[in-house]
């Protein structure tokens, strides 16, 4: 039989803490609230590392800390639509005192919102352009419109792996005036 430490000891000691109901129950109560792992340690007056040691080893555990994470972020989600839609009352100072209130809406929080909870709020990321393509073709373009002579072979037209996708609006890609695309598309 070996020895065992000081350490080990109190490692075995604060995980049969957290083996009672009832403290796990305030530190998932404690994780609801805050949605932060070491605060809630704290109200159980445990190390972060014994909370995170504990998870590792303790399937149950591992899902009531997931559960109470997906409380907390809902909680978050409810808090932040409220405060975009109905405000948030703020004093008005005259002097060094308050002579009223105003509501602060947030469109910033509004828009975030939507934009996790509703795609078509989201950005625009799935516009792929492959902007080599024809690249020399554009350039020759360009080069006619300006006058510029070029060698042929400073032109190379790229092989298949040097393509890179990249998002870009398309208006980027080339400064074409309305006649010249006019001629384009006859």
């Known amino acids: ?13 604060k995980s049969s803490k957290l083996d009672k109901d009832s403290t796990r129950k305030k530190f998932f109560k404690a994780l609801v609230l805050t949605g932060n792992p070491t605060n809630a340690a704290k109200a159980v ?11 590792s080893k303790n399937e149950a555990f591992r899902e009531g800390w997931e559960e109470a994470m997906e409380m907390f972020i809902d909680n978050a989600e409810a808090t932040l639509a409220d405060r975009a839609i109905n405000g948030v009352k703020e004093p008005v100072f005259f002097r060094g005192n308050i002579c009223g209130y105003i509501i ?75 006649e010249e695309e006019a001629t384009e598309n006859m």
């Not at 039989?1 to 000691?13: C, H, K, L, S, Y």
């Not at 007056?45 to 998870?55: E, K």
């Open 1 to 13: 039989m070996g020895v065992t430490t000081d350490n080990e000891n109190q490692a075995r000691f």
């Open 45 to 55: 007056n445990l190390g972060r590392s014994a909370c995170y040691n504990y998870r």
């Open 104 to 178: 602060r809406y947030s469109d910033g929080n509004l828009q975030k919102f939507l934009a996790a909870n509703r795609k078509k709020y989201r950005a625009q990321q799935d516009v792929n352009v492959h902007v080599l393509d024809g690249l020399a073709d554009r350039m020759a373009k360009a080069d006619t419109r300006l006058g510029v002579v070029r060698k042929p072979e400073a032109l190379p037209e790229p092989s298949p792996e040097e393509y890179n996708i990249i998002d870009v609006d398309a208006e980027d890609l080339v400064d074409i005036t309305p």
